[in-house]
Nanobody
Framework: QVQLVESGGGLVQPGGSLRLSCAVSGNIFSIYGMGWYRQAPGKQRELVATITSGGRTNYADSVKGRFTISRDDAKNTVYLQMNSLKPEDTAVYYC?????????WGQGTQVTVSS
């Protein structure tokens, strides 16, 4: 059984930083693309950032220059470094990964940006 477990969310003031982590565990044969999505109250889930197995990254325009996605394949973990956070970044952040040729989701971690 494969699990994706996010951590690192919380409450932060505008302009602050947070680092999210997502660890993949279980019976893993392969992990290809990984990414982060978010869903704010009353809105659809949206892509934040993705990273391929080769390290190619893609970002939503709203987070370019502020967020950085990375991965550590030795630890089966993907990270999202979030800087210069804004109130509009408030959402539940979900990890996503292509594990054993199936797209899988984590349970989500809340990020709240507020003074």
């Amino acid at each position: 059984q494969v699990q994706l477990v996010e951590s690192g969310g919380g409450l932060v003031q505008p302009g602050g930083s947070l680092r999210l982590s997502c660890a993949v565990s279980g019976n893993i044969f392969s992990i290809y693309g990984m990414g982060w999505y978010r869903q704010a109250p009353g809105k659809q889930r949206e892509l934040v950032a993705t990273i391929t197995s080769g390290g190619r990254t893609n970002y939503a325009d709203s987070v370019k220059g502020r967020f950085t996605i990375s991965r550590d394949d030795a630890k089966n973990t993907v990270y999202l470094q979030m800087n210069s956070l804004k109130p509009e970044d408030t959402a539940v952040y979900y990890c996503n990964a292509d594990v054993n040729s199936l797209r899988r989701w984590g349970q989500g971690t809340q990020v709240t940006v507020s003074s």
